[in-house]
């Protein structure tokens, strides 16, 4: 049965996030913000505390807490600092698809490095300069050798692109159109012939790096191939379908602070002779944030529940993401107008969670992608049921 309540144990890794982002992320937040930057610092705490593999089974070094938990302790960790959340969020999802698709040599090798934080943090190397939203147009490639696969071609916006120890990176192996010729590959952050780019000046997350990557004719072992040739993109979209469960989760963790944060504000600041809060205009902007970030949190739990049972979720990650990154940047919105003019400085953290959380529309699938996997669910459940 799905529950509201998290069970112990899924407390406990919430309890665990919270505490860490207040003694860790908190006291570094702004800062980091403010002039950019990598917190590999932070990151090498968070694997001490399990934080690099919740979602990962323990005999592969990861804390087995399942998806509920892992959503639970994403919107406490970017209630302070979302920046360090996504470097978090994108090393789960890599552990998890290794330890999901891997043969049993790449899980031993790769998994336990990754939640230990051997990696600093694993990357995620899907889109290409024109191939975003449509995947199945990417143009790097992997020809096959002698003694394995030559990887040549470039991605764009990989986040942590900067310091991950550990890329999963897509590649064409086959002149099928689409989808069908891609295969999906290990490839460490030292390999000759990768070269991290410069990081994109973004107007939120400043803590986390967001860069090309190039890869020149780089050599890789038989033992690199995650998966089965061709199946790359069926990889892909499951791997996505959880990591959209992390995305809405951050999300909701920056509405939700900004929100927090607006209520103390409105309580008191004066204006008239009386709180603001007694005015109704703010206690109606208060009340939509409020419900909207619970129904997010919702859809959120519903989506991580049938993750963590092994039942279908993509439609129901799809529509959490969507609904928590519009809503979540909707109550970011209304705690500035709440701050009015303050609201709009840096001296107060509520913009900070506006630019930070605007990118959870984008990335991992825009909102209209996830309209798009959404709507044709629907329509092809009503056709096979007509
Ligand atoms: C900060 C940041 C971090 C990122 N991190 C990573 C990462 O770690 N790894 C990775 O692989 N990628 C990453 N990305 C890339 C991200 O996933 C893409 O930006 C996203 O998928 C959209 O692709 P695009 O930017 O090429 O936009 P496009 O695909 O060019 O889309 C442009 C617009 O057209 C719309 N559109 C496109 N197709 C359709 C359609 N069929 N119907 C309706 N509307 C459509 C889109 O919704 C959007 O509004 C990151 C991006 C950012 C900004």
Redesign the pocket.
Known sequence: MLSVDPNESQRLIADTARQFAQRVLAPRATQLDLEGGFPAESLAQAAELGLLGINVPGELGGVEAGAVAYALAVIELAKVCASTT?AIT?SNMVAEVIAKFGTPAQREEHVPALCAGEYIVG?????EAG????PGGMRTRATKTDTGWRLSGS???????THAGLFVVWARTSDEPGARGISAFLVKGDAPGVVRGKP?H?LG?HG?T?TPLDFNDVELGEDALLGEVGQGFKIAMMALDGGRIGIASLAIGCGQAASDYAVGYARERQQFGAPISSFQAIQWMIADSATELDAARLLVLRAAWLKEQGKVFSREASMAKLYASEKAYVACDRAIQVLGGYGYTREFPVERYLRDVR?TR????????QR?VISRDLLRRHSSAS
């Open positions: 996504v994108v990357g995620f190397a899907l889109s191939a975003g939203s449509d991605k764009l916006w990989i986040t942590s692109g994109e973004k997350q986390s967001t990118v984008i990335f991992e699938g825009t909102s209209e992608i798009i």
